[in-house]
């Protein structure tokens, strides 16, 4: 049996060792929280961009031009959450990039379409190449929208099954 200063140093070994387990066992569930939030807060900013209608309005000729109406690729959550992006999978931050950096040039061209003069023949003729550019970009937008949200949905799915583990 161990007594004395050896059963002391052994007893505030395990006490020691004990209490770093419990610090690091409570930032990794910190962490899978606030992975998840963004996760989740990502999935709902992603979710709302009304992509298909902006195609449909371009594509049928809508006679105001819906980007000076409809603020439709809402970037917030990405902006504000730049930070937490890198905590996630690769396959989610992969596709999560791929979308934003796609609407951020839409939201790009939707500005710049602000500055074309309708009744200038020149200015028109250049808003309706920038329109057919953006209708392209906003088909591959959707494909972006819907890979994101798959990656997403899925580690979702495995945060709720964690957590009912938990």
């Known amino acids: 049996m161990l007594t ?33 939030k963004t996760r ?15 195609k449909e309005l371009i594509e049928g000729g809508y006679s105001q031009p819906f ?23 690769e396959s989610e931050i992969d596709a999560v990039i791929s979308y934003y950096s796609l609407a951020k040039t839409v939201r790009s061209e939707t500005s710049a379409l602000h500055t074309v003069a309708e009744d200038d023949e020149y200015e028109y003729q250049v ?8 209708k392209n970009d906003l088909s591959a937008l959707i494909d972006r929208q819907e890979t994101a949200l798959a990656e997403l949905r899925t580690e979702l799915d495995e945060d709720i099954v964690s957590s009912d583990e938990d």
């Open 127 to 134: 808003g309706q190449s920038a329109i057919g550019s953006m």
């Open 4 to 36: 004395g200063i050896s059963g002391t140093i052994i007893s505030a070994l395990i006490g020691g060792i004990s209490g770093i387990g419990v610090v690091l066992l409570r930032e990794k569930i910190n962490k899978d929280r606030k992975i998840s």
């Open 67 to 89: 980007y000076r109406q409809v603020d439709f690729l809402p970037t917030d959550v990405y902006d504000q959450n730049v930070g937490e992006i890198g905590l996630m999978e």
């Open 40 to 54: 989740r807060a990502l999935y709902a900013e992603i979710d709302s961009a009304d992509i298909e209608l902006a």
